[in-house]
């Protein structure tokens, strides 16, 4: 049984996320990745030490890639059980456009994917507050894109894969999109997607300027700042700082949650950290149901408080 996984390339390297796929891909079956970038020794070496056994290797130079890895895809994974997919814009638009050339559905926000006879495809919907089986008894494969952090990144030792590259195949007018210029988003610190603490805050910072104070509190922690919908609606902080079921899903040691009230819609980007820390002013707030540290009080106090308390320590 073999199952295919996209993976993109990102700053040379397959992007972290096709690393989580290829690593539950090996609990499946053989895993063949289809990989669009440049390619290079490193990047087969992260790949057959997470558990491919073979990678397929589209270079499209500045045409954007979508079009002409999807047609390249449909040629090859006719006799694969399932197709996994990252969350990433690349990832959705060569699903969709694969979908449409093998004329398969797409299931997509799993969270965790098995293969007994046929595919199925758990994911949450309402916010996280219903849990959903999908069983595709469509003719494989099964296409299927995953939440980010649906699965671990292991490394498991696995041999350097076999590679072969793979012609461009025509895809029409969509070959002709050309990448033009890309922006790498600066930030200081550890990126909100793989920080091990995250410093978070909601509407009950008051306004920009209580982010003033996560930024100290998370350069004594070494953390990542995030925040809520609410606080990026309002232009407090940008849309990358954004948890939740519309921004990221992170998956820290330790999450703490300042001025937050624990929507759903936040909290299922969160509620797979180890230890969550909340601070808030309202005993009543959601957020304290699935925090392990709960402070009641205001955030203008209690934040000061434990900067004093860390820069003490150093
Ligand atoms: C389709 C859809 C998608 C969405 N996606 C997301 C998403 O991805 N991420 C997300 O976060 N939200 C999302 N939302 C929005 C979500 O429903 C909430 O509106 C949002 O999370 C609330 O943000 P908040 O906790 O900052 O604000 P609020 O809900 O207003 O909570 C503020 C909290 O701060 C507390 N507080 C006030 N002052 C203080 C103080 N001085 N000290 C301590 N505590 C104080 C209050 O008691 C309150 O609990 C989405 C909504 C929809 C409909």
Redesign the pocket.
Known sequence: MSVWVFSEEVNGLPSGGSLELVSKARTLGEVAVFYVGSGSAAAWEALGNHGASSVHHLDTGDVLPSGPAAAAMADLVSDATAVMFGIGNTDRDVAGRLAARLGRPVVSNGLDVSIDGSVTVASEIL?GTLGVTTEVTADSPAIVITRPKAFVAEPNGGATPTVSPVAMADSGRASTALVQEKHVEESEGPALGDADVIVS??????SADGFEMMNELAGLLGAAVG??????DAGWVPYSY??????KTVKPSVYIA?????????I??MKGASTIIA????PD???FALSDLGVV????K?VPQLIAGLKART
């Not at 300042?258 to 936040?266: F, L, N, R, V």
């Not at 009080?297 to 203008?300: F, L, P, S, T």
């Open positions: 916010g805050g909601g509407r009950g910072l008051g925040g809520t919908r609410a606080v990026v954004q948890v939740g079921q519309t921004g300042c001025g937050i009230s624990g929507a759903m819609q936040h299922v980007g601070i808030n002013k309202d707030a959601p957020i009080g205001d955030v203008h209690v």
